[in-house]
């Protein structure tokens, strides 16, 4: 079983929609990251989380420690959100081990 | 937000050869810099762990010596991939950071023919 796991795994939406992806750990964490892969692959930190609730511009990232679940929100998508969203945990005990989702692949269409 | 290169963004190589990744920590200090690996459509898998002044730690599975980390500097990492061969092309990532950020580099895709 991963430690950690997202949904979807892919995502299809108009533009314009709101979108939400999910990200549930089963390992005790220091913090959550939310990453954002083009294609091609290059690799944008969005949002690191220890608690609570962060906004920058559309994007909205959410934690709940005690539920071990984070979401990362997407308002007014747009077609340059299509990418591979990527939910990522630290360790809380082992301080530098990452675990990483597989990923969600968003196409946001015109 | 604090600023990791990879240098190359790309390179293809023959078999047998061998080649070099950096990963440049441009406007802060990293004591440890992390290197993951990521095949098509898998996610990010971690490799090792790059200490500054001493040897890398290495997860389960990868070669160390294969894959030479060389952490010289507080800013910068090298990954040599030695006696490079087709299964060994992916995309490989570095970051580095504090006990609590973490910032990743852009990706070097190798590609062994």
């Known amino acids: 079983k991963n430690e950690v796991e997202q949904s979807p795994q892919n995502l299809t939406a108009q533009e314009g929609e709101f979108i939400t992806i999910n990200c549930s750990y089963s390992?005790?964490?220091?913090?959550l990251h939310w990453l954002q892969q083009h294609p091609g692959g290059g690799i944008v930190s969005l949002f690191m989380?220890?608690?609570g609730k962060k906004k920058h511009g559309r994007l909205i990232a959410t934690i709940n420690i005690q539920e071990k679940h984070s979401s990362l929100h997407i308002t007014a998508s747009h077609p340059r959100d299509s990418a591979v969203y990527i939910c990522?945990?630290?360790?809380?005990?082992?301080?530098?081990?990452?675990?990483f989702g597989t990923g969600t692949s968003l196409t946001v269409i015109p | 937000g604090a600023v990791v290169s990879q240098h190359p963004s790309w390179v293809i190589c023959k078999s047998g050869t061998s080649v070099k990744i950096e990963c440049r920590s441009l406007?802060?200090?990293?004591?440890?810099m992390f290197w993951y690996r990521q095949f098509p459509k898998q996610s990010l898998m971690l490799m090792a762990t790059?200490?500054?002044?001493?040897?890398?730690?290495?997860e389960q599975g990868v070669e160390k010596d294969k894959f030479l980390i060389n952490h010289a500097s507080l800013t910068l990492s090298t990954l040599t991939v030695t006696s490079a061969h087709p299964e060994d092309s992916s995309f490989y990532i570095c970051?580095?950071?504090?006990?609590?950020?973490?910032?990743f580099g852009p990706g070097t895709r190798l590609t062994v023919t």
């Open positions: 990522a945990v630290r360790s809380e005990y082992t301080g530098n081990q990452f675990y």
């Open positions: 390992v005790g964490i220091s913090a």
């Open positions: 989380l220890s608690s």
């Open positions: 406007d802060f200090q990293a004591t440890t």
């Open positions: 790059s200490n500054e002044g001493s040897k890398a730690t290495y």
């Open positions: 970051s580095g950071g504090g006990s609590v950020e973490q910032y």
